[in-house]
Structure formats: C-alpha cells, structure tokens
C-alpha cells in the first residue's frame, strides 16, 4: 500500500500547530483569569471601604441631625434617630476597620479619625445630657461655640480623603479589570479563529486527499464509461455498417435484377423479331407465304420497337439506380471540411433558394432560431436543410396552405434541428421506410426515385449524427437532424 507523504507530513504539521495554539491559549487563559480575579477583589475591597466610611459619616450626620433637632424643639422625639445613629456607630467602625485593613497599600490614620469621632459623640452627649437636665441654654451655647461644627468638618475632611481613595482604587481596578476582559476576550476571539483556521486547514487537507482519490476513482469511472460507449459505439458503427451492406446488396440483387429481368426477356423478343424479319429479308426471290410477310411487318413496325423501348427504358432506371448508389458512396468518401457556420444563415439560404416555390404555393416558413454557430461541414448542412425544405413543399398538402417552421435546440455537445411541416404527414408503419434507398411512402404522385431521405440519412451520420422522423397523418411531419456542435472531435475520435 503506498503512503501519501505528503498527507501524512500536512497533517502532523497541522496536529502540531493545532496543539501549540491550544497550549498557549490555555496559559494566556490561566494568566489573565489571575490577574482579573486579583484586580477584582481589590475593587471588591476599594468598595467596601468606600461604603462603611459613606455609612459611618452618614451615621454622625443622622446623630448630630437628632441632637441638634432636640436642642432646637426640646421635643423628645428627635432622640430617637440620635439614639439609634449613635448605637450603630460602634459597629460602622468595625466594619470600616475591617475593610481597611484588607487593602494591600492602606494608610492607618483611622486611630486620628476615630478619636475625633468620639469627642464629637462625647459633645453630642453632653449636650444632649444637659438638655434632658433642663440645663438647655447651656447645651446650646455649647453648639454655638463651634467647637463641634469643627470637630464634623474635620471628621468629613478624613472620610472625603477615605473615600477619594476609595473612588481612585475603584476606578483604577476597574479600568484594569476591563482591560483584563478585553484581553482575555481577545485571546479567546483570536483563539477561536485560529483554531478554526486549523481545524479549516486541516479540513482542507482531508478534503484535499479525498477529493484526489474521488477525482482519481471519476477519471478511472470515466474512462471505463467511455471505453464501454466507444466499445458500443463501435458496435452500433458496425452493426449499422453491416444492415447497410445488407440493405445495398438488397437493392443490388433486387432492384437492378428487375430492370436486368425486362432487358432479358425483351432482348429474347427482339431475337425472335430478328428472325421474322431475316427469313422476310433473306428470301433471296424466293416465294413467302402470307403469314411470314405478316410476322416480318409486325416485328418491324411493333415488336421491334416496343422490345427497344423496354430495353431502353429498363436501363435508364439501371443507370439512375446506380448513380443513386454511387452519390451515397460519394458521400461517405467525401473528406469533411469543418468550419464555422451560423444555422440561421444556411437554413435562411436554403429558404430564399426555395422562394419561388413556396410563392407558387403560397406557402411560409417561420425561422424560430437564433444565430447559433456550429463547428461542421458546410456542404452537408446545407444539403440536408435544402433536401428536407423541397420534400416539404413536394408533399404539401392541398387542403390548407403549407406552413414550414425551422428551430434549433442546443443540448450539450449536440444540436437537434427541426424542419417542422403541416402537409400530409406519413403513416406510422412508413416512418423509417422514408429512409430507405428507394423507398417511398404515400401516394406516389411527385416524380422522385426514392434516395433523398437516405442520402439526407447518409450525410447525417456521415456528421456523426443522426436523423428522425414524427409525424401524424393528414397533420404534418417534423425531421429531426441530430448533429455534433463540433465535428472536429468526431474525425478526432474516428481517427484514433
């Protein structure tokens, strides 16, 4: 079994491309996933952060909201937003001590910050504590004096830098967790379309073989397809060649024997005329009876003529079945010329030739062809055309006027050309004998010997085509002419 290197040497180049690109996917894919999910807890982080400092400032403002709605009213009910604020504080600490201390690059000032809140809680108690005593002017001049508004500005000042922090942490991790995706998503993209071109290429590669050996096993199918069809041509050739030997040996043995029979017997005729006439002749003075001068007047002036006539008529119909035979043989010899011709042209030709019949008749002819251009022998399309028109106007018929219609139908390498007829049409028992050598169909009341059919015939499959016939009764005929688009491939394939 040989191996194909080539495949073989294709397919481990691509196993081994295919392979590498997965590989180096992979650890790309592995990488970027790290570095996102790295890039990812610290914006998980830088958000927790941000979030307790919001909660723990917002929590102070709530306090400081109560208590100053409590100095302001002495309405007991803003205590308890103080009051709930105030007891959430502690844990808003813890949670924005946690947070913080889960940052890689932290900054501890939250000790500052916490012993800022607590004085301010401490200040919010007093206050409060002095106003639920009924000391309430001396509450209020302690928020009068500024000392607590400064303490909350430098609480805000602090968790606006926490949360500025924050902000930036925020947006630099997700600016690299973005970039993080784009890459990864174009690794997987690239990824993705180069293993397709792999996998294309490998597919191309299969195909590729197998396309070889199917267009291998084809040509061979092929070429076994047209052994067999030139083995059948061959055949049909031979067997066609052998009924047409036959057909000719027919007419040779039959119809040149007939005329042959009548020159026999009439020539016997004439012997016994000659002798009534030599015994008249020679009787040198001597007395003949009534009856021998009767025989010598009736030879001369009946038999004589009457046996000459036959004679001559009998061999005139022996020399026009011969040159019937020969113009046949002709053709078969005749090298073929191949050229380019329009059918449309020729066959308009072979009407204008016809013209003065068809206005005789007052027949039409319809060409429904395009121009279309075939590569034969001039001569013998224009012979056929030209014989098929004038057997149309021959055996119109006399009951309407003749109509001819002339198409053409390309079908791949072959062409059908159709002269179509309204006259009388032809019996189905008589549609091949119309090709025959001279054979006639019909009544036979136009002068004809029988041979332009088969000589139609002859130089159709001369062409390497062939002719046919359908036709129906008292409607009209129609002759297909089956020809090669291009004849040269038919000499090429008779010479080889």
Do not use: W
Not at 34 to 44: H, M, R, S
């Amino acid at each position: 079994m040989t191996i194909n290197k080539p495949f073989v040497r294709n397919s481990l180049i691509m196993l081994f491309c295919g392979s590498a690109l997965l590989v180096s996917v992979v650890l790309s894919a592995i990488v970027l996933i790290a570095q996102t999910q790295e890039t990812f807890d610290k914006l998980t982080v830088a958000r927790a952060v941000r979030t307790s400092a919001s909660d723990l400032f917002s929590l102070l403002q709530d306090a400081e909201t109560g208590q100053r709605g409590f100095l302001l009213t002495a309405d007991s009910g803003f205590l308890k937003p103080y009051q709930d604020a105030v007891g959430q504080i502690a844990g808003a600490e813890g949670r924005l001590t946690r947070a913080m201390s889960e940052l890689s690059n932290r900054s501890d000032n939250t000790a500052e910050l916490y012993s800022l809140i607590n004085e301010k809680l401490r200040e919010l108690a007093s206050t409060v504590e002095a106003a639920k005593t009924g000391n309430l002017e001396a509450a209020r001049r302690t928020v009068l004096d500024g000392n607590g508004q400064e303490l909350m500005t430098k609480i805000r000042d602090r968790m606006q830098a926490i949360i500025a922090a924050s902000d930036t942490a925020i947006r630099t991790n997700v600016g690299k967790h973005a970039t993080f995706s784009d890459r990864l998503q174009f690794i997987i993209i690239a990824a993705f379309i180069a293993i397709l071109v792999v996998l294309g290429g490998a597919i191309y590669i299969i195909m590729r073989h197998v396309r070889s050996l199917t267009e291998a096993r084809r040509e061979l199918m092929k070429l076994n397809e047209e052994l067999e069809h030139r083995v059948q041509e061959r055949t049909q050739d031979v067997v066609r060649a052998n009924q047409e030997i036959q057909r000719y040996a027919y007419i040779v043995t039959h119809d040149l024997r007939a005329p042959l029979v009548n020159i026999m017997g009439f020539a016997s005729e004439l012997d016994r005329s000659i002798k009534d006439v030599s015994a008249y002749v020679l009787a040198d003075g001597e007395p003949l009876s009534q009856q021998q001068v009767l025989d010598a007047r009736m030879a001369v002036e009946q038999d004589m003529p009457e046996a000459l006539g036959f004679i001559r008529s009998s061999t005139s119909r022996m020399d026009g079945l011969i040159n019937a035979i020969l113009k046949i043989s002709r053709d078969g010899r005749r090298q073929l010329k191949p050229e380019s011709i329009d059918v449309r042209e020729i066959a308009a030709n072979c009407v204008a030739s016809q013209q003065h019949r068809l206005d005789e008749v007052g027949g039409e002819v319809e060409l429904a062809l395009s121009s279309m251009k075939l590569f034969s022998d001039r001569m013998s399309i224009e012979q056929i055309l030209a014989n098929l028109v004038d057997n149309a106007v021959k055996y119109r018929s006399t009951e309407r006027p003749l109509r001819i219609k002339i198409e053409a139908i390309r079908r791949g390498r072959l062409v059908d050309i159709i002269v179509e007829d309204n006259g009388r049409g032809i019996e189905a028992d008589d549609l091949e004998r119309v090709f025959e050598l001279f054979r006639r169909a019909g009544p036979q009341d136009q002068v004809g010997e029988g041979i332009g059919l088969a000589h139609v015939r002859s130089l159709a499959r001369n062409l390497g085509g062939d002719i046919d016939v359908r036709s129906v009764p008292g409607k009209g005929s129609a002759f297909i002419l089956t020809t090669p688009t291009d004849l040269t491939q038919v000499l090429r394939s008779l010479s080889a």
